[in-house]
């Protein structure tokens, strides 16, 4: 069972939608991701939170927002996606911010269809 | 600039036959090396991870990789592989930045 819960595992939205991506973790972690997976290819690092800031942003466009409400949560909110955001989400946290260890648990990702 | 280079993107191997997994990295700074992977629908699982020490790692599943400084290799092995092993492996290694830098995806298909 991965200790990682993220909802909706489905979301289908189309061009105009507003919706949330939720990310859920009670390993006492102090760093949390957002990636951006798509079909064959490995995951790419959107966001990074440490200590719920918001530590990285890889020049993600402004239709994707995340928000870090406590040291357990992570929202990424969705407006106005285009059809090419299509993709897995996966959410992972981790000790510390790229701790040396370098696991990062993942959790089992939403799956986003944007019509 | 660190990178990560997996040299299949795809191996078919018999159920019970060994099977090796290729990469290679390149890096300037301490070397921190890692094998993921991610089973159908899931997401990604830490298998091993070489950070110091010993260059032969083992990890979970049976699953084993050899640290090659002069090769800068990273290969994952198993020596009898299941149906159940059929997922995508991921290399990674841990940038100067502290991210992780992940390798194109090997595709390891276990056939009956």
């Known amino acids: 069972d991965t200790e990682v819960t993220q909802t909706p595992k489905h979301l289908v939205m189309g061009m105009t939608n507003k919706k949330s991506l939720k990310c859920e973790q009670h390993?006492?972690?102090?760093?949390m991701y957002w990636y951006k997976q798509k079909a064959k290819k490995p995951p790419e690092l959107m966001f990074v939170?440490?200590?719920?800031?918001?530590?990285i942003n890889e020049s993600v466009p402004s239709r994707f927002s995340p928000e870090c409400p406590n040291s357990s949560l992570l929202n990424l909110h969705l407006h106005a996606l285009q059809p090419e955001d299509s993709a897995l989400y996966l959410c992972?946290?981790?000790?510390?911010?790229?701790?040396?260890?370098?696991?990062?648990?993942f959790g089992e990702g939403s799956r986003l269809t944007v019509l | 600039a660190q990178s990560v280079t997996q040299l299949d993107s795809q191996v078919p191997v018999f159920e019970e036959a060994p099977v090796e997994l290729r990469c290679n990295y390149s890096?300037?700074?301490?070397?921190?090396l890692f094998w993921y992977v991610q089973y159908p629908n899931q997401g990604l699982q830490l298998l091993l991870k070489?950070?110091?020490?010993?260059?032969l790692v083992k990890g979970i599943n049976g699953f084993e990789a050899e640290f090659n400084k002069s090769q800068t290799s990273f290969h994952l092995r198993k020596p009898s592989v299941h149906i159940s092993d059929t997922a995508e492996y991921f290399c990674?290694?841990?940038?100067?930045?502290?991210?992780?830098?992940f390798g194109q995806g090997t595709t390891l298909q276990v056939k009956p």
């Open positions: 992972a946290s981790s000790q510390e911010r790229f701790a040396n260890t370098g696991e990062l648990f």
């Open positions: 390993m006492g972690h102090r760093a």
């Open positions: 939170y440490s200590y719920e800031k918001l530590s």
């Open positions: 890096s300037s700074v301490s070397v921190y």
């Open positions: 070489y950070l110091s020490g010993s260059t």
């Open positions: 990674a290694v841990k940038g100067n930045t502290g991210k992780l830098i």
